[in-house]
């Protein structure tokens, strides 16, 4: 009877085991997109472990302007500026005018002609001109009302200078007048959103189309990227089952193709194309404006930690990619 039990357990482990590979067959099949364009290959790093000038600590921002990189420098508290070859070209400290001065710059991007700062650390965000020079400071106070932050993770602004804010503890997505006045919100505070639009599990980053002022937010937790109109009303979502939330513990499925593991970055590039930093994955990937997925590229880490942290584009289609574990800017071409 005993021999008879451990075949049967055996059959029906066997059976589940199948069962879970015709499964994962099935979801690879019907949900997991071919590439339609080659990965990207690297070709050129700079940068170091370390707090002096062209060291860094924690890179997770970066964004381009013409032959300047801003990157987000977090735990050496400062933005460091290079030129395409990774030399230094000056840096901009984080968090003056009353604010903390160990400032966690977080995602950076440029809209406008102006670099969009969140500071993870002091609950703010900051508005510099390209030289460095600080327009405006919003928040600042750590609080969950209108125009209060909770760790913002990201922020850009719509070419007529609506703000938009990623508040990441806070659970939402903040509008605001380009002086910071509160216009509207997108989710629901502290509470988190798992399977419908509009709502968020710790949203990470926003992006912003130039040309027709859509925007689109890295959903982090739900391994998702949403998109919204310039009113913020939903558009889209994908990533994952028709950009489903999966729960981490079945999610074990989030490296197929156009699938994430905590997206913590985005950007524009050039022709509209939507690239995105999936962290966990340690890979960049790239889709259309619709989400339709293109490719993905990137490395295993040779350090602890994750190749991938923040993702920028410059207006000839090379990619920007902040590498945490080897505190290194990669650039990337097709």
Known sequence: ????????????GGALGALALL?????????????????????????????????????NGIAVAGARIYVADSLNHRIEIFDPQGRVQGSI???????????????LNIAGGKLYVADYWNDAVQVFTLDGHLLRTLGGKQGSGPGQFRAPGGTSAQPDGTIIVTDFYNQRVQMLSPIGR??????????????????????????????????????????????????????GMWGGPFGLHLPASINFLGGLPGWFRTPTSLAIGPHGNVYVADQENDRVQKFTAGGRFLTSFGHTPQSPGYSVGAVAVAGDGSVYVTNLASSRVEIWRP
């Open 182 to 235: 509160f216009i509207r919100q997108i989710g629901t505070t502290g509470d988190k959103g798992y399977v419908s639009g509009g709502n968020f599990n710790y949203p990470m980053d926003v992006t912003v189309s130039a040309s027709d002022g859509h925007f689109y937010v890295a959903d982090g937790y739900n391994d998702r990227i949403q998109e919204f109109d310039t009113q913020g009303r939903f558009l």
């Open 1 to 12: 009877m005993r021999r008879f039990l451990l075949k049967l357990m055996a059959w029906i």
């Open 93 to 107: 400290g984080v968090g003056p005018q009353g604010l903390l001065p160990q400032a966690r710059p977080m995602n």
């Open 23 to 59: 499964i994962a067959a099935s979801i690879w099949l019907f949900f997991a997109p071919s590439a339609q364009q080659p990965p990207y290959r690297l070709v050129a790093s700079w940068g170091s472990p370390g707090s002096a000038p062209g060291q860094l600590d924690g890179p």
